[in-house]
């Protein structure tokens, strides 16, 4: 039996872009569907995809609204999704991702009602392949205004705003890699209040299309691009800060391991502890097998 909203519970709005992923976008919205906490509206903007996706998200059920139309690209698509919701806390979630628990967005909710004060609240994620074998776990580090500067620290997929906290839209159009972390720094600049949740709440997707994997060279360009506009270092100029915080999400992350045997919200492959670990200490990420 689906749990049953209280008037008092916040309406969470998660934002989901789309084209042409349908492989992925089941599981994400499985996940979301499958949440503990009552009040969620799942907002999908679908770049006019032709694989099936249309398909899946007719079936989706009342709680999912949807249009499937061309667009400009990610960001045009989130800012639709963004002015089309209402909820009071917003999460982004691309449709190759997924929520790591069912209690994920029930995490965050209490946080929220249990610190006013904050505004962006984010957690630690899982790295999958692309038929959901968990490889690692990405620990985040608690959050430090100069780390941020130096690094995007925050992962998206486990990351969740409070609307008071932006303007009208949610990231800037003209960008096409680093709209996250831009939003990041705006925040920042405009002194909201960031915390982090110590769970694993999302689901990061290595697959091959995958805009980290094919193209790093708009990634360079946009953070440049933020350097000159937030006075932050570039990549190039903070590859020692990568190398660090890295080493540390390797360390750290070995405690999250034991999430992996948890009420999970996405299709995951079975997999050993022992398998994770070995991964987490030993293994490049660039050689981790990404799936079919």
Not at 104 to 127: C, K, L, N, Q
């Amino acid at each position: 039996m689906p749990p049953v909203p209280e008037e008092r519970d916040p309406l969470v709005s998660i934002l989901t872009p789309s084209f042409n992923q349908a492989r992925w976008l089941e599981d994400n919205l499985r996940s979301i569907a499958s949440q503990t906490y009552p009040r969620i509206e799942h907002v999908v903007m679908d770049g006019g995809s032709t694989d099936g996706s249309a398909e899946l998200l007719e079936r989706a059920g009342e709680n999912v609204r949807w249009a499937s139309e061309k667009d400009r690209g990610q960001s045009d698509a989130l800012n639709k999704a963004f002015r089309a919701s209402s909820g009071e806390i917003i999460g982004w979630l691309n449709s190759d991702d997924a929520y790591f628990s069912r209690d994920a967005v029930r995490t965050v909710v209490d946080y929220f009602v249990a610190h006013p004060e904050v505004d962006v609240v984010y957690g630690h994620t899982a790295y999958v392949n692309a038929n959901g074998l968990i490889l690692l776990m990405i620990w985040a580090p608690p959050f430090f205004r100069w780390w941020l500067r130096m690094e995007d620290i925050i992962p998206q997929p486990a990351a969740f705003v409070r609307r008071s906290a932006l303007g009208d839209t949610l990231v800037d159009e003209s960008l096409h890699f680093a709209m996250d972390y831009d939003l990041w720094l705006r925040l920042l600049r405009d002194g909201k209040r960031f915390a982090r949740i110590d769970k694993v709440l999302a689901v990061e997707r290595g697959q091959a299309e995958r805009k980290t994997l094919s193209i790093a060279d708009i990634r360079k360009r946009d953070v440049e691009r933020l350097a000159k506009e937030y006075g932050i270092g570039t990549e190039d100029d903070n590859q020692l800060v990568k190398r660090i915080l890295g080493v540390k999400s390797r360390f750290f992350g070995l405690r999250l391991v034991r999430a992996i045997h948890g009420d999970l919200a996405f299709a995951a492959q079975p997999v050993s502890t022992a398998d994770v670990v070995r991964r987490q200490v030993a293994a490049r990420r660039s050689r981790m097998d990404l799936g079919d």
